[in-house]
Structures are given as structure tokens and as C-alpha cells.
């Protein structure tokens, strides 16, 4: 995890509080903290669709094609590690472009599995026949974002601090005191290519290769403080 600190420009504001008081100078400035983390959520999405004359017939289609990737996917399911969730099932009609009739029937169902188990869950890019990769990629978990987000904090508010510091001496004070604080933290995504594709036939177990790539988390500091003498 590489961390990259940035300072934003200081605003530097007098301002009397009272006619009875000496003026008070407060600085408002704000830094923050990045870090490259690797993304260690894999998630793949598996669709079909069907076509057909009797409305029944398409339905029963879809389920069955649905229930054989389901039975596969629950082979590797592990709260956490490999979360298997149904995504769309749809059914609705075909009409004829001269008539206006119904004239057959299509649907579509969608299957979504994601987990930070990446080899078990590109395994199933191989184990599933029935539907066809639709999506492919990578996201960072809660924890490992939570766990940046805590680092870099630190760093942050560390170079807030010493910045003040710093600053309140060069404009002629001893000291500061910390005044209104705000910390937020982002994530942004390098931009990657998302992978889409129909895997018409695959080799039994052969694991799609894929490529985590990195996420930036950003923490921001931003506030004021009361320069002192």
C-alpha cells in the first residue's frame, strides 16, 4: 500500500469576536491522505435468455438453466468468502412488427456471485454451462477499505497537526488551538476495462483469468484552527 500526502491552500482570516475582545486569527487549511489498495473482491455475473412460442415452455427453460448453475455455485457458497444472490428473471412477450400480435415469448434470467475466495469463484466461470458470463470484476471489500481508511487517517490528521504547527509559528505565534475539524474518506477507481463476454462452451474447471488492479482511498482533513500567542 503506497500512501500519498497532499496540502490544500491555507486561508488565513481576522475577524473580531467582540469590540471588548483582541482580535483572533484563525487559519483554515486541510490535507489528505491516499492509498493504493489491491481490490480483493471478484464478482461475476452469469445471465441467459430464452425464446420460444409457449410461455410455459420458456419459463421452465430459464428455471431449469438457473437451477443447474445455482446447484454449482452453492457447491463453493461461503458467507464472506463466496456469496452466491439471484439477480433478474423476466418473462414477457414478442409481438409480431406488422400485426401487433403476441407471436412468442422471451426471458432472461441473471445469477450473481461475488467473494474475496477470487480462485473459487473464477473456478465457476469453468463449472457453469447453463449461463453465460455477462460481467466480470473486481471491488474492495469493507475491511480492507476500513483498514486503509484507518492508516491513512492517521497520516492525515498526523500532517494536519504539523502543518498548523508549522503555519501558526511562521505568521508570529506560539501555538495553536484546534478549532472545527471535518475528516471524510472516498474511494476512486482507476479506470479498467470491464469484461463482458459469452463463454459459448468451456473446459470443465478451467478458472477465468483475471486481474485484481488497484483502488485509490482518499481521507481528507479539512478545518480551522486558533492561531494563539
Known sequence: MRAVIALSTLVLTFGAQAATEAPRERLSLSASASAEVTRDVLGISFSTTRDGADANAVQTALKQALDAALAEARKVAKPGQVDVQTGGFSLYPRHDPKTGKINGWQGSADLHVEGRDTAAVAQLAGRISTLSISRVGYSLSREAREK??????????????????????????????????NIA?????????????????????????????????????????????
Open 148 to 181: 486503509a481508511e484507518a492508516d491513512i487517517t492517521a497520516q492525515a490528521i498526523t500532517r494536519y497537526r504539523a502543518r498548523a504547527s508549522d503555519y501558526a509559528k511562521q505568521f508570529g505565534y506560539g501555538s495553536y488551538v484546534i478549532g472545527e475539524v
Open 185 to 229: 474518506s472516498d474511494e476512486a477507481s482507476a479506470p479498467r476495462p470491464m469484461m463482458a463476454m459469452r463463454m459459448v462452451k468451456a473446459e470443465a474447471d478451467a478458472a477465468l483469468p483475471t486481474e485484481a488492479g488497484k483502488a485509490t482511498v482518499t481521507v481528507n482533513v479539512n478545518g480551522s484552527v486558533q492561531l494563539t500567542k
